[in-house]
């Protein structure tokens, strides 16, 4: 009999694997996750929050496991059967597919083609995956079912770049800068593109693809090829149909897209998990999500075709509860003035280093050693090409924050520290003062906006303006409405002039930054951008400043999709029925900065601490001056 394993957990205790998750987490693929962070740089804030995509995964994977098991074990027997009727039609189709795989059929199943659903051994944690209401026909197909969810929730993160997001949005960035450009054989910028244009290409997403990649690599590579009498026959078939139920969860694909919201959706596994792990991580103390009020009673409901899992009304309090602890996640910790800097300050210096790279002569390197990835900023393409897939697993092996990390102190520390070459507000001086405060904690970057009091200042200063001219806005309005046929963009601008002088609901700038492209209000971020700029040269003058962003931030509330709900009747509703915790977050979200301001400069005498409060107000009068010229177009 095959053994499971099982792990000790800091949220969720013990949690027990299936040998074949053992197999996946034992592979250098999925070691990886070890040294890639969860939050990228939150730990130069929070040092506490060392979350790695490891121990996330496997509590995910603990947590969508038991929703989908707690959701069949309370459904009704009709239901059941509409629910596996559903998923017969599908594993009808993919093992038609199989059969005419023949080298898959050859390699993994010794030659023979595969008719019915495999006969596989029940062990002791098999057992325990299937609830004990289904019926003897479908328990083979449950446990395929409910292992491909483990499985890819097990490698929903397994395709992220070091320091994931950030290194991910810096490469998309120099991709589409250099995709346009005209390239010659002999520049290093002609493999970047070619490499990146599989990732980046229709929108496409580097971690998602990667994931993909790495996950279909990763469980095929465990199946282990067989002769044609190999008595390991059933295992592999069981094997590769979970693989095959991977890839369609991951590619929501016929009713597998509706198991993917298992693990991407308002409230799923993924986001229940790190609601609690990141902010005990964090050194807040705020207790764990009810996890057992939201999950165990957790019903699957079959409507139309349609397939629902549905919290029970009783726990609508639990549900709130991990809304707005999740909400409060981001706006305490993922958008932490300091963390937003320090994301940005690290994206600055990949795009930097990446286009140093890209616009250098190629060197003639011979590779002594195929395996080890480049010990130069190019490693972070390197594992992405086309290669041998030893190689490649070998490589990606040490694509990680440790990897980038090191890169980033040899590079510092061999041609920017004490380097008194570098011109004075240069791209490398920038550059430069970007390493040394993130690899050094030398405070470089002066944040203007830490908390809402301090963009209040720049919100009043604009309502301040809106009101000087509130007669002639008025009147523009009046006839716009008798003359236009944009009602849509009217009756917004009414509604934000009514904010401004009559009931206060939230920052006027939050109003506008939120409807500029509906209110007709045309590069409206890139406005805010040039004042801030224009007027912090004409104010600073007795200080030299070189680098000045304006960071435009938005707190997503966390319910784009609906969380849904049983009564003791099987009806379902949604949370936005029977909650007003939606509105209430919103109308908090419209209380935060829109935009943070950080400013480069050698600022001893505490300069821009000093004259904060006078810039912010300037920045508001100009924004909404600039406002008023534009509504009265």
């Known amino acids: 009999m095959k053994k499971g394993i099982y792990l000790n957990d800091s949220i969720h205790g013990l949690i027990s694997l299936t040998e074949y998750e053992r197999r996946i987490i034992s592979t250098i693929g999925f070691n990886r996750l070890h040294d890639v962070y969860?939050?990228?740089?939150?730990?130069?804030?929070?040092?506490?929050?060392?979350?790695?995509?490891?121990?996330?995964?496997?509590?995910?994977m603990k947590l969508c496991s038991e929703m989908f098991f707690q959701s069949l074990l309370n459904t009704t027997d009709s239901m059941l059967s509409e629910f596996f009727e559903i998923f017969v039609r599908e594993y009808d189709e993919i093992l038609d597919k199989l059969t005419r795989q023949t080298d898959i059929c050859m390699e993994k199943l010794g030659d023979r083609l595969p008719t019915q659903m495999p006969k596989i051994e029940l062990d002791k944690l098999r057992h325990s995956l299937i609830p004990n209401?289904?019926?003897?026909?479908?328990?083979?197909?449950?446990?395929?079912?409910?292992?491909?969810?483990?499985?890819?929730?097990?490698?929903?993160?397994?395709?992220?770049?070091?320091?994931?997001?950030?290194?991910?949005?810096?490469?998309?960035?120099?991709?589409?800068?250099?995709?346009?450009?005209?390239?010659?054989?002999?520049?290093?910028?002609?493999?970047?593109?070619e490499i990146m244009s599989k990732y980046f290409e229709g929108n496409r997403k580097l971690h998602e693809q990667m994931g993909d990649e790495i996950s279909e690599g990763i469980l095929s590579k465990i199946i282990v090829p067989i002769s044609e009498n190999g008595e390991q026959y059933d295992e592999n078939l069981f094997e590769l149909l979970v693989l095959e139920g991977v890839k369609r969860i991951f590619a929501e694909e016929g009713a597998f897209k509706q198991l993917h919201r298992l693990l991407d959706s308002s409230l799923d596994g993924d986001r229940l998990d790190y609601a609690t792990r990141d902010v005990i991580n964090s050194g807040k103390d705020s207790g764990k999500v009810e996890y057992s009020r939201i999950i165990n009673d957790m019903q699957l409901i079959v409507e139309n075709g349609e397939i629902y899992f549905c919290v029970p009304l009783k726990a609508v309090s639990s549900v709130e509860d991990f809304v707005k602890r999740r909400y409060n996640s981001y706006k305490d910790i993922v958008y932490h003035h300091r963390v937003i800097q320090s994301d940005y300050i690290l994206e600055g210096i990949v795009k930097d280093l990446v286009k140093k790279y890209l616009d250098e002569a190629v060197l003639d390197k011979q590779r002594d050693n195929e395996v080890l990835i480049p010990f130069d900023i190019s490693g972070l393409w390197f594992p992405l090409g086309d290669k041998k897939s030893a190689i490649k697993a070998n490589a990606l092996s040490q694509w990680n924050d440790s990897w980038l990390t090191t890169i980033l102190r040899q590079i510092y520390y061999t041609e920017y520290y004490h380097n008194k070459d570098i011109e004075d507000g240069s791209k490398e001086y920038v550059l430069a003062q970007r390493l040394a405060e993130l690899l050094r904690s030398s405070k470089r970057y002066h944040s203007l906006i830490k908390r809402s009091e301090n963009f209040k200042i720049i919100d009043d200063a604009v309502k301040l303006e809106l009101m000087k001219h509130k007669d002639e806005m008025e009147e523009f309005l009046i006839k716009k409405e008798v003359l236009s046929s944009e009602e849509r963009s009217t009756e917004l601008i009414r509604q934000m002039l009514d904010n401004t002088w009559k009931n206060s609901s939230g920052f006027v700038l939050s109003f506008i930054s939120r409807f500029s492209k509906e209110m007709r209000i045309e590069g409206f971020e890139q406005m805010v951008s040039d004042i801030v700029k224009e007027e912090s040269n004409s104010l600073i003058t007795n200080l030299k400043t070189y680098d000045t962003v304006t960071l435009f931030k938005r707190i997503s509330i966390g319910l784009d999709s609906p969380i849904y709900f049983y009564n003791h009747k099987g009806t379902i509703s949604t949370l936005k029925d029977i909650s007003g915790i939606a509105d209430i977050l919103q109308l908090d979200s419209d209380y935060l900065p829109v935009f943070y301001i950080y400013i480069l400069a050698k600022d001893e005498d505490g300069i821009l601490k000093e004259k904060r409060e006078e810039l912010l107000g300037v920045f508001g009068k100009r924004i909404g001056f600039e406002l008023v010229k534009r509504f009265l177009i």
Do not use: W
Request: a negative charge; zero cysteines; proline letters at 5%.
């Open 133 to 193: 209401n289904i019926p003897k026909e479908y328990k083979i197909m449950h446990l395929i079912l409910i292992q491909s969810i483990r499985a890819a929730a097990l490698l929903h993160d397994i395709g992220h770049p070091p320091f994931s997001h950030i290194v991910e949005f810096a490469l998309k960035d120099v991709y589409l800068e250099y995709k346009e450009k005209v390239l010659s054989e002999e520049e290093n910028a002609k493999e970047f593109v």
């Open 38 to 60: 969860q939050n990228s740089t939150v730990y130069l804030t929070f040092p506490s929050n060392r979350t790695k995509r490891f121990e996330h995964s496997i509590g995910t």
